[in-house]
T-cell receptor, first 112, second 114 residues
Framework: DAKTTQPPSMDCAEGRAANLPCNHS???????VYWYRQIHSQGPQYIIH???NNETNEMASLIITEDRKSSTLILPHATLRDTAVYYC?????????????FGGGTRLMVKP | DTGVSQDPRHKITKRGQNVTFRCDPI?????LYWYRQTLGQGPEFLTY????????KSRLLSDRFSAERPKGSFSTLEIQRTEQGDSAMYLC????????????FGQGTRLTVV
């Protein structure tokens, strides 16, 4: 079962920052937080992952709270092409098989 | 390399027929995964291979399902005696052999059983 809780849907205005929250209150040890997104009729796409520190790449920023019980994915300037389902996934450090356990995700709608 | 490719993209079959899907992973990736996704749900893990060895299978993978990766390159997923409940998107992904690394997904094969 997924160890994360996300709001089922969110709206964001084009050009504004989209802040997608994720609760992982039962996160333990050195479990990683991953974010993927899935645009309609496509396979999931990796966005970013982190352990304890905040992370940034060309797509997004990941803010993890100090107690690691929640995180926020930030898309700094959302575009219409960012409309997708966003999945937050907690993955254990011994996940040598790299299997992913997806939850229901957040459906982000970017509006003009 | 153009990423993970899956064939066909869409398949409509009659109940009781057998179907086979193919996945070509990124060439240097040793690991290959199959996931299933039903409408409105997130993908669910089915099975994965490291090279030609099938290392893990989910309990979702009933005995009507079989997956192979004979030469450690492409993989096939066969469903025998299809049922309407098998209608779903079947996704393939690949990764290198590293713990906690990103997965690259294909576009999926959408199966409709009528």
């Amino acid at each position: 079962d997924a160890k994360t809780t996300q709001p089922p849907s969110m709206d964001c205005a084009e050009g504004r920052a989209a802040n997608l929250p994720c609760n992982h209150s039962t996160i333990s040890g050195n479990e990683y937080v991953y974010w993927y997104r899935q645009i309609h009729s496509q396979g999931p796409q990796y966005i970013i992952h982190g352990l304890k520190n905040n992370e940034t790449n060309e797509m997004a920023s990941l803010i993890i709270t100090e107690d690691r019980k929640s995180s926020t994915l930030i898309l700094p300037h959302a575009t219409l092409r960012d409309t997708a389902v966003y999945y937050c996934i907690v993955s254990p450090p011994d996940n040598a098989g790299n299997m992913l356990t997806f939850g229901g995700g957040t459906r982000l709608m970017v509006k003009p | 390399d153009t990423g993970v490719s899956q064939d066909p993209r869409h398949k409509i079959t009659k109940r009781g027929q057998n179907v086979t899907f193919r996945c070509d992973p990124i060439s240097e990736h040793n690991r290959l995964y199959w996931y299933r996704q039903t409408l409105g749900q997130g993908p669910e893990f089915l099975t994965y291979f490291q090279n030609e060895a099938q290392l893990e299978k989910s309990r979702l993978l009933s005995d009507r399902f079989s997956a192979e990766r004979p030469k450690g390159s492409f993989s096939t997923l066969e469903i025998q005696r299809t049922e309407q409940g098998d209608s779903a998107m079947y996704l393939c992904a690949s990764t290198p052999v590293l713990t906690n690394t990103e997965a690259f997904f294909g576009q999926g094969t959408r199966l409709t059983v009528v």
